[in-house]
């Protein structure tokens, strides 16, 4: 009797140690799983002047034909610029097609000024790219909303 009490013994001793290690090793998976960062991100940039001559007419003195300015909008939490909450919002409601961002209101200077507007990344896990060519920087906010205006406060 006294090898089937230890026989069965064991045999709990086994289970409960088995039972242990699965949920030991379950349980780091889970918490790696919810601790993730969401999968949106765009590597936003805009380059000034213009394409084909390189020239820019009416652009400020110290900032040379071509310079390119840059961020990466994340959006879990948002980050990445002065407006990355409203951009991300404004993504949201588009599933993350810029161009499909609604006009805003407003009324631009027709002063030559072009600007380049440029987004690679992924949003709900579709590739999004977008590059667009626009006049002067008034009407890029106008027709991309809070996405570029990572430099401006409100």
Known sequence: MTHTITSRAARAGLLTAATALLLTCAAPAQATAAQEPAND???????????????????????????TRGALLLCDPPQGHA?????????????????DIPLRDTHCPMI??????????????????????????????ARTGSVFAWDTQG
Request: charged share 15%; aromatic share 6%; glycine share 10%.
């Open 112 to 141: 030559y000024a072009p600007v380049t507007a440029h987004a690679r990344g992924q949003w709900r896990g579709q590739p999004v790219e977008y590059t667009q060519a626009f006049p002067n920087p008034c009407v890029m906010a």
């Open 41 to 67: 991100w765009l590597l936003l940039t805009v380059t000034q002047g213009d394409a084909q001559s390189g020239a820019r007419p009416g652009a400020p003195s110290g900032v040379p034909s071509g310079a």
């Open 83 to 99: 407006r990355a909450a409203r951009a991300c919002a404004e993504l949201d409601a588009t599933d993350g097609r810029i161009a």
